[in-house]
């Protein structure tokens, strides 16, 4: 499967962005589906992730703030991301797998998953 994410931009802080995660070459319903971002110096945190069976989490930084969904008509996983702050200001990255443990949206087998898509930059600025 190839995923393309898309939606990045420059926001104000408590602005919103939706990022989008386009998937070609296989059915993304069938893949866990993971957020992730970098910033600058920084590790890359798994920001949230949805299974193919719907179970979501999300890092405890966002949770409450942003929104992950999935599109299966449209092929797609979706990121509303609501009252931003400087601190999410990173490049977002989409990843999938459909592996029985890279596929459970868990700790430590996050990081593993085995496709991603290039980035989308997020900027949270005034």
């Known amino acids: 499967v190839q995923l393309q994410a898309s939606g990045g931009g420059l926001v104000q802080p408590g602005g919103s962005l939706r990022l989008s995660c386009a998937a070609s070459g296989d059915t993304l319903g069938d893949y866990a589906v993971g957020w992730f971002r970098r910033a600058p110096g920084e590790k890359q945190e798994a920001v949230s992730c949805v299974t193919a069976n719907g179970k979501i989490m999300y890092a405890d930084s966002v949770r409450g703030r942003f929104t992950i969904s999935r599109d299966n008509a449209k092929n797609a996983v979706y990121l509303q991301m609501n009252n931003l702050k400087p601190e999410d200001t990173a490049k977002y990255y989409c990843?999938?797998?459909?592996?029985?443990?890279?596929?459970?949206?868990?700790?430590?087998?996050?990081?593993?998953?085995?496709?991603w898509g290039k980035g989308t930059q997020v900027t949270v600025s005034s």
């Open positions: 990843a999938a797998d459909s592996g029985i443990l890279t596929g459970t949206c868990s700790h430590p087998y996050l990081d593993a998953m085995d496709y």
